[in-house]
T-cell receptor, first 113, second 109 residues
Framework: DGGITQSPKYLFRKEGQNVTLSCEQN?????MYWYRQDPGQGLRLIYY???????QKGDIAEGYSVSREKKESFPLTVTSAQKNPTAFYLC????????????FGEGSRLTVL | GIQVEQSPPDLILQEGANSTLRCNFS?????LQWFHQNPWGQLINLFY???GTKQNGRLSATTVATERYSLLYISSSQTTDSGVYFC???????????FGQGTTLQVKP
């Protein structure tokens, strides 16, 4: 089945450690996105990629990094510079940036101990 | 930047009741989508509706772009409709989708 797979679903991290969240899609979409959701809040855009080997900062990129070496994959690294990393992270894709429906993965819940 | 306001923030219904959720936005948009987030966090795209009216079963949506609002109608609500409903809008100069704060719906049996 076509879709977006995020892993891991749950992750615990000690302060000062970097962690990488995986996002893979088999929808043949050009655009991919990472959002952050805090309890009781809407989604905020961290990074997005319109095409392979290209990505742009979203509204809250500080303390995060991404890569887009393959069309199918858009991993997100939460670095130790991110001051408040405990959150629910959602990966999404669309056929093109700004166009068409947005499809989401099931999310990764990161807790920093 | 564009502002997105959803109302009401919370809604409690008895099973079988109808409801209307509203999304107001502050600028012209070329993209508007409605999503349902279930209690496990999964976001499902309900409608891609930058203008006009669409229906899918018990759900329908209308966007009046000239007046900068969209409505999501839920008829004969079921307990499985519970969750958070998000509206997201996009403008052509950035292509980014901006999410509202959501409407939390609880449908009681």
């Amino acid at each position: 089945d076509g879709g977006i797979t995020q892993s891991p679903k749950y992750l615990f991290r000690k302060e000062g450690q970097n962690v990488t969240l995986s996002c893979e899609q088999n929808l043949n979409h050009d655009a991919m996105y990472w959002y952050r959701q805090d309890p009781g809040q809407g989604l905020r855009l961290i990074y997005y990629s319109q095409i392979v080997n290209d990505f742009q900062k979203g509204d809250i990129a500080e303390g995060y990094s991404v890569s887009r070496e393959k069309k199918e994959s858009f991993p997100l690294t939460v670095t130790s510079a991110q001051k408040n990393p405990t959150a629910f992270y959602l990966c999404a894709s669309s056929i093109s940036h700004g166009g068409g429906e947005l499809f989401f993965g099931e999310g990764s819940r990161l807790t920093v101990l | 930047g564009i502002q997105v306001e959803q109302s009401p923030p919370d809604l409690i219904l008895q099973e079988g009741a109808n409801s209307t959720l509203r999304c107001n936005f502050s600028d012209s948009v070329n993209n508007l989508q409605w999503f349902h987030q279930n209690p496990w966090g999964q976001l499902i795209n309900l409608f891609y509706i930058p203008s006009g009216t669409k229906q899918n079963g018990r759900l329908s949506a209308t966007t009046v772009a000239t007046e900068r609002y969209s409505l999501l109608y839920i008829s004969s609500s079921q307990t499985t409709d519970s969750g958070v409903y998000f509206c997201a809008v996009g403008v052509s100069n950035t292509g980014k989708l901006i999410f509202g704060q959501g409407t939390t719906l609880q449908v009681k049996p």
